[in-house]
């Protein structure tokens, strides 16, 4: 083979390897990130308590991205950022019990209970363990 011969095949060699490696850039591409399981919430809470009595609220999440922050807002003014923590109610009167979770990707969930607290001599049972619900 000549030397011209050569020259015009490495030619055709390395534009032809570079036309082939752009063809696969441009046709490649990579897999999109799997989708985060979306964030779901639970709050549970007595429906019913006295004033000056301890109010359990217990918070669950799942999906989204760990870590989640919680946020308690219980309509008296009093918030918390602890997943689970029991409130005292100093009045009587009906409270919506707002629950709020952030996954570390700012996705964020909220859901409201409402909260009757009554006199500290009003006649009702409650169960002591609300994990029991």
Known sequence: MSSSRRNYALAFGVIGA????ALILVLYQPPAPAAARP??????SFA???VGEDA???????GGVKPY????????????QVQNVTHVYSQVGNYTVTLTV???????????????VYPVDANFTRADDISRR
């Open 18 to 21: 570079a036309a082939i490696a």
């Open 39 to 44: 964030l779901l919430i639970t709050a549970d």
């Open 48 to 50: 019913k308590v006295r």
């Open 56 to 62: 359990p609220f217990v918070a669950a999440a799942k």
């Open 69 to 80: 922050q919680y946020a308690w807002d219980f309509g008296d003014g009093a918030v918390s």
């Open 102 to 116: 952030t996954d570390s990707e700012d996705t964020v969930q909220d859901v409201a209970h409402n909260v009757g």
